[in-house]
């Protein structure tokens, strides 16, 4: 009886070993990212900034992106602000569709960042809509 229950807390855990050295060599497990919504901004229709102050209590990222919605725009860059007073300039340069992104933008300084604001500069050609910037952040 003893030789059966140790035989059988053996093979689970060599099943558990296995399982788990399964999961984390196989690719087609991607890692979990989580992104929250920080903030967003209606725009207006010529060049112009604006910022989205960060309020999220627990705000440490490691990278932002911008969503556009209700109409197109024009994003030439955007300054991310850190709590601890840097800042980060990021030059993006490119006409945004409504309902694209930007390309996910890494914070520099290879950890976790405490945003305080990110401030945006663009301008929209269209004058239909205005669009939608919003700030997601990731973890």
Same mark, same amino acid.
């Given at each position: 009886m003893m030789?059966?229950?140790?035989?059988?807390v053996a093979?689970?855990?060599?099943?558990?070993?296995? @399982?788990?050295?399964?999961?984390?060599?196989?690719?087609?497990?991607?890692?979990?990212?989580?992104?929250?919504?920080?903030?967003?901004?209606?725009?207006?229709?010529?060049?112009?900034?604006?910022?989205?102050?960060?309020?999220?209590?627990?705000?440490?990222?490691?990278?932002?992106?911008?969503?556009?919605?209700?109409?197109?725009?024009?994003?030439?860059?955007?300054?991310?602000?850190?709590?601890?007073?840097?800042?980060?300039?990021?030059?993006?340069?490119?006409?945004?569709?409504?309902?694209?992104?930007?390309?996910?933008?890494?914070?520099?300084?290879?950890?976790?960042?405490?945003?305080?604001?990110?401030?945006?500069?663009?301008? @929209?050609?269209?004058?239909?809509?205005?669009?939608?910037?919003?700030?997601w952040g990731?973890?």
């Amino acid at each position: 009886m003893m030789k059966t229950i140790k035989l059988m807390v053996a093979l689970a855990a060599l099943f558990l070993v296995q @399982s788990a050295t399964t999961f984390a060599n196989n690719p087609t497990f991607p890692p979990v990212t989580k992104w929250d919504k920080l903030g967003q901004k209606k725009v207006d229709f010529r060049l112009d900034k604006d910022e989205v102050k960060v309020t999220l209590v627990q705000g440490l990222f490691t990278a932002i992106k911008l969503k556009i919605k209700d109409g197109p725009i024009n994003m030439h860059r955007c300054i991310v602000h850190f709590k601890n007073g840097t800042k980060q300039d990021v030059r993006i340069r490119k006409n945004i569709p409504a309902g694209g992104e930007t390309r996910v933008i890494q914070l520099d300084g290879g950890g976790k960042r405490v945003i305080q604001k990110v401030v945006f500069l663009y301008d @929209s050609k269209k004058r239909t809509d205005k669009a939608t910037v919003a700030l997601w952040g990731k973890h």
